[in-house]
T-cell receptor, first 113, second 116 residues
Framework: GAGVSQSPSNKVTEKGKDVELRCDPI?????LYWYRQRLGQGLEFLIY????????KSGLPSDRFSAERTGESVSTLTIQRTQQEDSAVYLC???????????FGSGTQLSVL | AQSVTQLGSHVSVSEGALVLLRCNYSSSVPPYLFWYVQYPNQGLQLLLK??????LVKGINGFEAEFKKSETSFHLTKPSAHMSDAAEYFC??????????????FGQGTILTVHP
């Protein structure tokens, strides 16, 4: 596609359930990033991928969070046993290579009730 | 650890007035610095970036930023504000080399309001 695509755009879930968020980067972009933006706050780094490997996953808040990328394309961010504090907009971005301009998706608004 | 501080969560200017959005960073090594903008109902997009070439960087839509090492600052300016500049602006920093090269650390954001 022409841009970074994220799905779903909105997700409402109950506390304790698992959720999967998907990101389709721009074709040919080797680097992929996940950020979280809580209401009224800045962007919080979660993890980035160079190809299919994650050199820096220092931003993942807890072991309930995991992410993978396959085929140097699609990435999935999984949150297990969701908590209310996980409610946020989860943003994905890609760049042609690490250090280059990021192109952001529209985000997934996650609401944990 | 790298960090970015944006001074002022909200800035309000009149149309035609100077825009100044402040950003200071903390780093022990030379940084790469960026300004991103988020217009209402749109995704984040890059305004400009500094990567150790010229200290004065020009971006899109008439914006520019100057890297001042002595002040650890990268303030964003535009000589004359336009109504269409109303948006949220984010300063960000990363560092060359190492596994954290791809980690872009963002500031808290500054909402710019432009009034007639």
């Amino acid at each position: 596609g022409a841009g970074v695509s994220q799905s779903p755009s909105n997700k409402v879930t109950e506390k304790g359930k698992d959720v999967e968020l998907r990101c389709d980067p721009i074709s040919g972009h080797t680097a992929l990033y996940w950020y979280r933006q809580r209401l009224g706050q800045g962007l919080e780094f979660l993890i980035y991928f160079q190809g299919n490997s994650a050199p820096d996953k220092s931003g993942l808040p807890s072991d309930r969070f995991s992410a993978e990328r396959t085929g140097e394309s699609v990435s999935t961010l999984t949150i297990q046993r969701t908590q209310q504090e996980d409610s946020a907009v989860y943003l994905c971005a890609s760049s042609i290579r690490v250090g280059e301009k990021l192109f952001f998706g529209s985000g997934t608004q996650l609401s944990v009730l | 650890a790298q960090s970015v501080t944006q001074l002022g969560s909200h800035v309000s200017v009149s149309e035609g007035a100077l825009v100044l959005l402040r950003c200071n960073y903390s780093s022990s090594v030379p940084p790469y610095l960026f300004w991103y903008v988020q217009y209402p109902n749109q995704g984040l997009q890059l305004l400009l970036k500094y990567t150790s070439a010229a200290t004065l960087v020009k971006g899109i839509n008439g914006f520019e930023a100057e890297f001042k090492k002595s002040e650890t600052s990268f303030h964003l300016t535009k000589p004359s504000a336009h109504m269409s500049d109303a948006a949220e602006y984010f300063c960000a920093v990363s560092f060359a080399g190492g596994t954290s090269y791809g980690k872009l650390t963002f500031g808290q954001g500054t909402i710019l309001t432009v009034h007639p």
